[in-house]
Structure formats: structure tokens, C-alpha cells
């Protein structure tokens, strides 16, 4: 089922609102903010002065955005932008590319350069103090990542290296080593977006080969669910229930029907809840 009827350049960082009932996404190189509501099916945008790669609701109400100039504090209604913190000053040729919040209301965020190539991203953690660090590097294409509930391992990769990595979140907020969790075959395309269901099973986007896979909690492959567009970016569980999952894509260098759509898949079980920016 394709959702929405919007086509993206580049389809990222879909985000289950249940306060809205709806789910969020961007256009990273469109440089937009889509929002499609699970009551109705309508479908609103918001044009952003830059490449935007992800919104993360807020406690106290409102968004927070990773612009290509860093974290900013966003409201839609009116439309107002209000920056926080650029950990990459002067570094013109990077952008944000997807980010997760966590059960203590922590933002982990990744940069990579605009052109795909290059090891000049790094993943940066916001806390809510809004203090931010750089926590690892170097990334060519950082995403991800999927964090654990309990706040203590996330799943994360550099897609240029179609590895999915294991690393453990030190009580400090610092990381552990990159582990080698998964690694993706021949045909399998490369790892993309990420997140996990409420049975600890592994949900990974494949750009490149046109669908979304589940691997269970030791990484083997359990299922996979076709889609009809081959540069798939990322997923989120929906719904009042969290049972419903939405997927992105990208059109960028692609002539297909499809290709940048909002899909709707039949997950077969359920998310976790949607974590929130504490500050």
C-alpha cells in the first residue's frame, strides 16, 4: 500500500506522533516536513530553508530538527525555527542524516557529507541540557540507530560499509566498541534506516534492494517484506496499538513508479513507543 500520494527526492526519519496520531517524515533534499494523519489520511507539508534529516518530538511540546546547520527547536503552526547547537561549524560540505531519541531523552544524531563520499560525518549525542558531544567517528553515511529500551545497547551502521554494528552505551552517555552484529550479503543491498519491535527483533530499511527485513536478537535473518521501490530509507511502527509500520524511500537517481513513496506494511507484530527530547 503506498500512503499519502508524496513523492520525495530523498524519504527519511519516519516518526510516529501518537499526541498528533500521525506520522512524520522528511524530503531531506526537498527540503521538507510531511506529516500524514492516521484519521484521515490527509497529507500536510512544510517547506524548511534547508536540507532537514529527522524531527524528534519534545516534552514540552514542539519539535527538534537536524538541519544540515545542526539541532534546531522547530514548531510548525506558525512556522518558526530556533537553533540550538551546529556541532560542525564551518563544515559546509556535511548535513544531519537520521537520529533517535532514547528513554533517558537523549538525541543521538548522525552527520555525513552531502555527497555520499568521505569519511567527514561523526555521531553526536544531545543531551537535555542541550549540551552536545561528539561520541564516535569517523561515518561516511551514518543511520540508525535503534536503541534498546532499556537505553543501554543501540544498533547502528555506516551504510558505505553495509555493516550493522552492536555498541554498548556506557552509563556516561560514552560508547563501547563498534561490534560487527550484522553484515550485509550480496543482494541484500545496503543497511539503511533501523528500529526494533517489542520482541527485540531487528527491523533494517535496504537501500538498493527494495525491501525491509527482521533479524532476530543473534542477527540471522527472519523475514523480509518486498516493496515496490528499491531505495528503501527507514520504517516506524504506528498506530494506537503500534502495529502498523510506515516506510520511506527515495527517488534520487531512480526512474521508478514509486520510488520516494510512503508505504504501509503489515509488520506482524508491534513497536515500541515513540521516545521524546527532554529538553
Request: one cysteine or more.
Amino acid at each position: 500500500m503506498v500512503s499519502g500520494g508524496v513523492r520525495s527526492i530523498l524519504g527519511e526519519g519516519p516518526l510516529w506522533s501518537a499526541p498528533d496520531n500521525a506520522v512524520f517524515w522528511v524530503d531531506i533534499l526537498g527540503k521538507r516536513l510531511n506529516r500524514l494523519s492516521l484519521e484521515d489520511d490527509t497529507v500536510a507539508g512544510w517547506d524548511m530553508p534547508e536540507a532537514i534529516g529527522w524531527v524528534i518530538e519534545r516534552e514540552r511540546g514542539g519539535l527538534i530538527a537536524g538541519f544540515a546547520s545542526g539541532f534546531a527547536e522547530l514548531d510548525l503552526d506558525p512556522l518558526a525555527i530556533r537553533p540550538i547547537v551546529d556541532p560542525e561549524i564551518g563544515v559546509v560540505e556535511n548535513r544531519m542524516n537520521d537520529a533517535k531519541a532514547d528513554c533517558f531523552g537523549r538525541i543521538w544524531a548522525g552527520t555525513m557529507p552531502f555527497s555520499c563520499s568521505g569519511e567527514t560525518g561523526a555521531f553526536y549525542r544531545l543531551d537535555p541540557d542541550r549540551s552536545c558531544t561528539r561520541v564516535d567517528a569517523p561515518y561516511t553515511i551514518p543511520n540508525g540507530p535503534a536503541i534498546a529500551p532499556d537505553g543501554a545497547t543501540m544498533f547502528h551502521t555506516d551504510t558505505a560499509l553495509r555493516t550493522i554494528f552492536r555498541i554498548a552505551i556506557r552509563d556516561d552517555g560514552g560508547l563501547g566498541a563498534r561490534t560487527p552484529h550484522i553484515v550485509f550479503e550480496a543482494g541484500w543491498g545496503s543497511p539503511d534506516g533501523m528500529t526494533l519491535d517489542a520482541n527485540g527483533h531487528l527491523w533494517v530499511a535496504h537501500w538498493g534492494a527494495g525491501r525491509v527485513s527482521r533479524f532476530d536478537p543473534a542477527g540471522s535473518l527472519e523475514r523480509s517484506i518486498a516493496l515496490p521501490a528499491s531505495q528503501i530509507t527507514s520504517m516506524t511502527f504506528a498506530g494506537p496499538d503500534l502495529d502498523r509500520m510506515f516506510v520511506t524511500s527515495a527517488a534520487d537517481g531512480v526512474d521508478e513508479q514509486h520510488g520516494g513513496a510512503l508505504f504501509e506494511v503489515d509488520p506482524g507484530c508491534r513497536g515500541l513507543p515513540t521516545h521524546k527530547f527532554g529538553g
